[in-house]
């Protein structure tokens, strides 16, 4: 189940000329909130790994609109030596919790999944998808092991 959660708010220039955000943008709200669990609660360190996305896959359920905010949920599914995959979801603004006076907090670090209003499994994702990181050393461009605090991080949203 999702365990890590951030709002993404949908722009005016995610809609397509068919009225709804166009796919690729879906990719940008996975990358989006992967790399912003990387940076705040695995505290990764780009000067020295750095990681390429190998593998992505998503299911489109339900368009969304300018200006729906889908909620990005994500868990860890794999750990590899220096790979990681993850599944992630969107969902309807609904499953958050009244949030006012936490905002700026919640969209800059997210949120985890005991502090949504409702649980992830009661809700139709609007979208499902899943993405493989291979890390690498930046001087090498070559897989390197994963560091601690990067496994020790991604450990807490493994399901």
């Given at each position: ?152 991080g991604l450990q807490k949203i493994?399901?």
């Amino acid at each position: 189940s999702y365990k890590f959660f951030l709002p993404n708010p949908t722009r005016w220039m995610d809609n397509d000329q068919f009225g709804h955000v166009n796919n690729t943008v879906y990719y940008s709200y996975f990358d989006s909130v992967i790399n912003r669990y990387l940076i705040h609660h695995c505290h990764i360190n780009y000067d020295v790994i750095r990681g390429f996305m190998v593998q992505t896959q998503c299911e489109y359920r339900r368009p969304l609109q300018y200006p729906d905010v889908p909620v990005v949920g994500m868990f860890v599914r794999k750990i590899g030596r220096s790979s990681v995959t993850y599944n992630v979801g969107l969902f309807p603004s609904s499953v958050l919790k009244d949030v006012s006076g936490e905002v700026m907090k919640i969209m800059s670090e997210g949120l985890f999944a005991s502090e949504l209003t409702e649980g992830t499994e009661d809700v139709t994702a609007l979208a499902v998808g899943s993405c493989v990181h291979v890390f690498v050393d930046t001087q090498t461009n070559k897989p390197t092991p994963l560091p601690d605090n990067l496994k020790t991080g991604l450990q807490k949203i493994l399901s």
